[in-house]
T-cell receptor, first 114, second 110 residues
Framework: KAGVTQTPRYLIKTRGQQVTLSCSPI?????VSWYQQTPGQGLQFLFE???????NKGNFPGRFSGRQFSNSRSEMNVSTLELGDSALYLC?????????????FGPGTRLTVL | SQQGEEDPQALSIQEGENATMNCSYK?????LQWYRQNSGRGLVHLIL?????REKHSGRLRVTLDTSKKSSSLLITASRAADTASYFC??????????FGAGTRLTVKP
């Protein structure tokens, strides 16, 4: 099976712009979670989707949003970018929504905001 | 918020030595998982331990869980240069979605 794929891998934007990141989960996986990783804050949970419904959301401003499609692919959007949004954005998919389900991570999208 | 705080933040050892890293959490969990991340890449699942388990093994990895102390430890025996990575614990302390700590950066010198 193909692993989790994320596109694009690298992105450079300027402050005030918006960005959309894409995540394709492993075939058959219905849950997708998004994380922001920065050197200072570690891995921060953004949100989780299961069967097109957002189940949980982390402590991020409303500029961060996401959605999941019927084929389980997910996108996250960040509007009005700020310098502090520069980070590695990771998505992870799992078969179900239980906490015992193993999460399979994609390689990440490295976002740089100038 | 982050949960599962790892300790130490960084660890440097020689090849062949054992590496121990710890993870603490604040309330109660159903399970705790350990992941590894090689430089700037996605995380890879290592091992899951449930709250009713005290110890689990997987190859050179040994994980213990002490729910009374709200802590877990990951032991890597006979470390290799290829073990150089960041190690994260994740818990379901805040519900079914796993929350990760800041990680322990392990460097194994050849």
């Amino acid at each position: 099976k193909a692993g989790v794929t994320q596109t694009p891998r690298y992105l450079i934007k300027t402050r005030g712009q918006q960005v959309t990141l894409s995540c394709s989960p492993i075939s058959g996986h219905r849950s997708v979670s998004w994380y922001q990783q920065t050197p200072g804050q570690g891995l921060q949970f953004l949100f989780e989707y299961f069967s097109e419904t957002q189940r949980n959301k982390g402590n991020f401003p409303g500029r961060f949003s996401g959605r999941q499609f019927s084929n389980s692919r997910s996108e996250m959007n960040v509007s009005t970018l700020e310098l502090g949004d520069s980070a590695l954005y990771l998505c992870a998919s799992s078969l179900g929504a239980a906490s015992t389900d193993t999460q399979y991570f994609g390689p990440g999208t490295r976002l740089t905001v100038l | 918020s982050q949960q599962g705080e790892e300790d130490p933040q960084a660890l440097s050892i020689q090849e062949g030595e054992n590496a121990t890293m710890n993870c603490s959490y604040k309330t109660s969990i159903n399970n705790l998982q350990w992941y590894r991340q090689n430089s700037g890449r996605g995380l890879v699942h290592l091992i899951l331990i449930r709250s009713n388990e005290r110890e689990k093994h997987s190859g050179r990895l040994r994980v213990t869980l002490d729910t009374s102390k709200k802590s877990s430890s990951l032991l890597i025996t006979a470390s290799r240069a290829a073990d150089t990575a960041s190690y994260f614990c994740a818990t379901d302390e805040h519900g079914p979605d796993m929350r990760f700590g800041a990680g322990t950066r392990l460097t194994v010198k050849p």
